[in-house]
């Protein structure tokens, strides 16, 4: 009977941090009616986007004193339209525990948690990653994604249909941009998205996005930026 061998020296797997695009959604009201009415109209507009996308429910925006969002239905109402919720952010213990019960993740705000200490400690210096700007001289097809992690994404060709780019600062399409195009990717709202030929499938900065069908017809095939001006999403003719 052959032995069986393992190379020891090789792992089997790897855990690390990775950026990924997460779709969020944000209430500002528990009426089940409500959420299930406008969820509906929103998925309608652009219903390949959603399909299989996985979702983080934001229960931040919820009145203290109205935390009775029903999450059970909600989960429901979310995978009956294609979407995975994978997690939720805010809410409180009691929801934390349905949700794991629930096979759904818990994601923290760091910036909020406080982290008790015992004694005093001198707060870490930490070095602000150097901002790396990144060039791709040629087109980006169609199931292909792009990311910069680290500043600009600087792209010399076309972005087709069906493919993706994501940039921590601003993007910069010298081509027909005809994907999707996601910049500002970790928060930050004051990164931008320059194009020489807007019919994108889809533009986001920091997470306020706009689908092609919402694109104004004087917008279509012609020179554009997209920033956001007050947490609100604009799209003007360069």
Known sequence: ???????????ALELKGSLLTLMILRLFETDSERIAEQLVTKIAQAPGLFQQAPVVIDLQALPDDNQSIDLIELIRLLRLHGLIPVAIRGGNSQQHQLAVSLNLGIMIDNSRAERP?????????????????????????????????????????TVSHGAEILAQRHIHVYGALRGRALAGVNGDGEARIFCQQLDAELVSIAGQYQINEELANHLRGKPAQVYLDNDTLKIEPL
Request: aromatic share 4%; with cysteine; charged share 15%.
């Open 117 to 157: 200490r015992r004694y005093p400690e001198p707060e870490p210096v930490v070095a602000s990653p150097p901002c790396l700007t990144k060039i791709v001289t040629h087109p980006i097809r169609s199931g292909q994604q792009v990311v910069a992690l680290q500043g600009d994404l600087i792209v010399l060709a």
């Open 1 to 11: 009977m052959p032995s069986l061998s393992h190379n020891w020296s090789t792992p």
